[in-house]
């Protein structure tokens, strides 16, 4: 009792800041299973999490249920405590969880100051993580919007002289080959001023049309303009649309290039994986956002998870030079965003890319968004 008692009283007054979950004294194995269920942390970590039940976890070292190993791990910081007589710290990943975890130790000390056991505070903080790393692709991409508006601008001008008289030479008595390495410049030059054109529409601030429109419909239009590309590229669609779902207010054309660009990146990736492919499209209401959102889910495992954070940067592209500019999903999260709305984009090991945007059912008026699409 009296050691229990100075475990908890080591653990909660000794604790710096913010809050732990769990605390238990290290080198001891788990005593009981109302121990470890008492201890919120481990209550969330068990049995699910730890793919074992609570029984299995008494008697067992916290090196042997947190990492499945027969001793401490390097850098544990109960070690260091144990050592030291110091309070210590360290951020754990979990790349196979999908977690982080701060961990604190604090020693404890017997009547005579002998460091006897460390209390351990794991405080779970994977939530505050995701935010932090949405805020950060937010922050840049408005600042690299900034950027690319003054560069469109700047090689606009040059583009329309290059283009203007290119084609202007053509018609002029001059000899095949140079004719066609005229058209040549005049096709390139035009390409660039697409190119240009995108990362305007990415980074400029511009007033939208907006219109009640229904969600299934513009999908329903948008698999009906890639219909014929995907039957030769036997790519199936299974659409599973919720009925009666609420308009909403949006600009139909910019929520087409959103959509259009996600099917066609999946059309792509499937394609050229394995020849084919089957790509799911869910609609859903979301009652407690009050948004709609629509999900897409290929069937190609193919986002590295360290390269999630980074599909919605401007020109961030894993396609062949000449196949994609790594503008589709920038432009799609301007557009999404000035809509009041998120897009992002998840992997599960094993599963195919998938891609979710949520659309919120009233959306603030055009004059009330400030930026549009950065
Ligand atoms: N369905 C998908 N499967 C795998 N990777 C994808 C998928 N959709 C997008 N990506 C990744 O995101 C990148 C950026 O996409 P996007 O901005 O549309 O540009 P682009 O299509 O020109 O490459 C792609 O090059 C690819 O690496
Ligand atoms: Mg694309």
């Given at each position: 009792m009296l050691r229990s008692a100075s475990e908890w009283n080591s653990a909660w007054c000794g604790r710096p800041r913010n809050g732990g979950r769990l605390s238990m004294p290290y080198q001891r194995p788990f005593r009981s299973r109302t121990a470890i269920l008492r201890s919120s942390g481990l209550t969330r970590l068990s049995p699910k999490a730890l793919k074992t039940s609570p029984e299995n976890l008494v008697g067992k070292t916290c090196y042997e249920v947190s990492h499945g190993?027969?001793?401490?791990?390097?850098?544990?910081?109960?070690?260091?405590?144990?050592?030291?007589?110091?309070?210590?710290?360290?951020e754990i990943h979990n790349a196979e969880m999908g977690t982080y975890t701060i961990v604190s130790t604090y020693p404890m000390f017997s009547p005579s100051g002998e460091v006897v056991a460390s209390v351990h505070i794991s405080q779970d903080?994977?939530?505050?993580?995701?935010?932090?790393?949405?805020?950060?692709?937010?922050?840049?991409?408005?600042?690299?919007?900034?950027?690319?508006?003054?560069i469109a601008h700047e090689i606009n001008n040059p583009l329309t002289g290059v283009l203007g008289f290119s084609e202007l030479v053509p018609s002029s008595d001059i000899p095949v080959a140079i004719r066609q390495d005229v058209e040549t410049i005049h096709s390139e030059a035009q390409r660039a001023v697409d190119v240009v054109k995108n990362l305007l529409v990415f980074a400029r601030r511009h007033n939208q049309s907006r219109q009640e429109l229904s969600v299934n419909e513009v999908i329903d239009k948008v698999l009906a303009?890639?219909?014929?590309?995907?039957?030769?590229?036997?790519?199936?669609?299974?659409?599973?649309?919720?009925?009666?779902?609420?308009?909403?207010?949006?600009?139909?054309?910019?929520?087409?290039?959103?959509?259009?660009?996600?099917?066609?990146?999946?059309?792509?990736?499937?394609?050229?994986?394995?020849?084919?492919g089957k790509l799911l499209i869910s609609i859903r209401l979301v009652e407690e956002a009050s948004a709609?959102?629509?999900?897409?889910?290929?069937?190609?495992?193919?986002?590295?998870?360290?390269?999630?954070?980074?599909?919605?940067?401007?020109?961030?592209?894993?396609?062949?030079?000449?196949?994609g500019t790594g503008l589709g999903l920038s432009i799609s999260h301007g557009i999404v965003q000035a809509h009041g709305g998120r897009i992002w984009a998840e992997c599960e090991p094993g599963k195919g890319a998938a891609f979710f945007i949520e659309l919120p059912l009233s959306t603030p008026s055009s004059s009330e968004v400030q930026y549009v699409v950065r």
């Open positions: 190993s027969t001793e401490p791990v390097s850098g544990c910081p109960h070690v260091q405590t144990l050592k030291k007589g110091v309070p210590a710290e360290v903080i994977t939530e505050r993580k995701r935010m932090q790393e949405k805020l950060m692709v937010t922050d840049r991409l408005a600042s690299v919007g900034e950027l690319a508006a003054g303009l890639r219909a014929y590309e995907q039957k030769i590229n036997n790519i199936v669609v299974v659409t599973d649309f919720a009925e009666d779902l609420p308009a909403i207010t949006a600009d139909y054309f910019q929520l087409q290039q959103v959509f259009l660009n996600i099917v066609i990146n999946a059309e792509f990736f499937m394609s050229r994986a394995h020849g084919r709609i959102r629509i999900t897409f889910v290929d069937d190609v495992p193919g986002i590295a998870i360290d390269t999630l954070p980074r599909l919605f940067d401007p020109f961030f592209t894993t396609k062949d030079v000449g196949q």
